[in-house]
């Protein structure tokens, strides 16, 4: 599990490199990152991975709100980072060689997978966003 940590902080900060991020969000980046593959990795043995990355990315949006206020920097910067870990890349790459292969039953398993996972992810972030602004509205 520490391997996974360290490798989904990698692969958040590098991308936030790719993204073009300031330099001094690119530990906090990472650190959503990794934050959200463990609240997946924990949850992924108990519920289904769509609900696991749903409550990741819950938890990817909270975090990135946080980071946004306290070094005023725009939410999207933390969120995207936050979550490419938590993107289902691999498993659409699949459904489409699969397509490709004529093996169509597998094909339209894994592509339905990828876009209930990528619908999690979306609600996920949209839920944070919205719980955000309830929190704020909530303390004036």
């Known amino acids: 599990m520490i ?8 692969a958040s900060a590098t991308f936030c ?3 073009n991020t300031p330099r001094r969000t690119l530990f906090q980046c990472g650190l959503s990152g ?5 609240v997946f990795l924990l949850l992924d043995s108990e519920w289904k991975s769509v609900v696991a990355t749903f409550f990741a990315t819950v938890i990817v949006g909270a975090v990135s709100q946080v980071f946004a206020r306290s070094f005023k920097m725009p939410v999207i910067i933390f969120s995207v980072g ?5 993107v289902p890349g691999g498993l659409a790459y699949d459904a489409m ?9 597998t094909a339209l398993q894994a592509a339905v997978q990828a876009f209930l996972l990528s619908g999690a992810i979306a609600t996920g972030l949209v839920l944070s966003e919205v719980l955000g602004q309830m929190f704020r509205r909530g303390k004036r």
């Open 97 to 105: 060689r699969r397509f490709i292969e004529d093996d169509y039953t």
């Open 82 to 86: 936050g979550i490419i870990p938590l």
């Open 17 to 19: 490199i790719l993204f």
């Open 3 to 10: 391997v996974q940590l360290i490798t989904s902080f990698i």
């Open 34 to 38: 990794m934050l959200g593959w463990m």
